[in-house]
């Protein structure tokens, strides 16, 4: 099976502009979760998506919104970047969401703000 | 006060030594609990998870949850270099939302 898998890798933006992060799930899996994280903070849970409904949302202003499509792909937008908003931007998913279930995570995309 | 908290190293243990990585929670309700190796430079990948009382072991890792404490560890025997990496330990709260401590940097000397 494949894993999860996330594009860009790689990503260089200046202040102001915003970007959108893709998510492909592990097939079945129609639970996806973002997280940010960064070397002082660690992983921090932005939102988690479930059957295209925004389950849950972690303390993260709203400039990052997301969403997810009926194929469970979701995507990440920010908009406004600043430059504390360099990160890695990790997604995971699960399967079913509800009982005790395990979170796999994609490589991650490096966004850097200048 | 953090969901987790986790000691923050940096650990160094000798090869073929124990390893022993420490976590506590602070959600009485959390079921399960889990360990992640991160990599420098690298997405997470998971361990062990562990959602009863006691020990649960996979080869050279061993896990262990007292719910009373709050508290879950991880030991890994025999440590290689290859173990030298980020632990992250993590617990499932409502829903489908995790709560990540912010890690444990092993390095293992050869």
């Known amino acids: 099976k494949a894993g999860v898998t996330q594009t860009p890798r790689y990503l260089i933006k200046t202040r102001g502009q915003q970007v959108t992060l893709s998510c492909s799930p592990i097939?079945?899996?129609?639970?996806v979760s973002w997280y940010q994280q960064t070397p002082g903070q660690g992983l921090q849970f932005l939102f988690e998506y479930f059957s295209e409904t925004q389950r849950n949302k972690g303390n993260f202003p709203g400039r990052f919104s997301g969403r997810q499509f009926s194929n469970s792909r979701s995507e990440m937008n920010v908009s406004t970047l600043e430059l504390g908003d360099s990160a890695l931007y990790l997604c995971a998913s699960s399967s079913a969401g509800y009982d005790t279930d395990t979170q796999y995570f994609g490589p991650g995309t490096r966004l850097t703000v200048l | 006060q953090k969901e987790v908290e986790q000691n923050s190293g940096p650990l160094s243990v000798p090869e073929g030594a124990i390893a022993s990585l420490n976590c506590t929670y602070s959600d009485r309700v959390s079921q399960s609990f889990f360990w992640y190796r991160q990599y420098s430079g690298k997405s997470p990948e998971l361990i062990m998870s562990?959602?009863?009382?006691g020990d649960k072991e996979d080869g050279r890792f061993t896990a262990q949850l007292n719910k009373a404490s709050q508290y879950v560890s991880l030991l890994i025997r025999d440590s290689q270099p290859s173990d030298s990496a980020t632990y992250l330990c993590?617990?499932?709260?409502?829903?489908?939302?995790?709560?990540f401590g912010t890690g444990t940097s092993l390095t293992v000397i050869p």
């Open positions: 993590a617990t499932e709260g409502t829903g489908n939302q995790f709560y």
């Open positions: 097939s079945g899996h129609r639970s």
């Open positions: 562990i959602y009863s009382n």
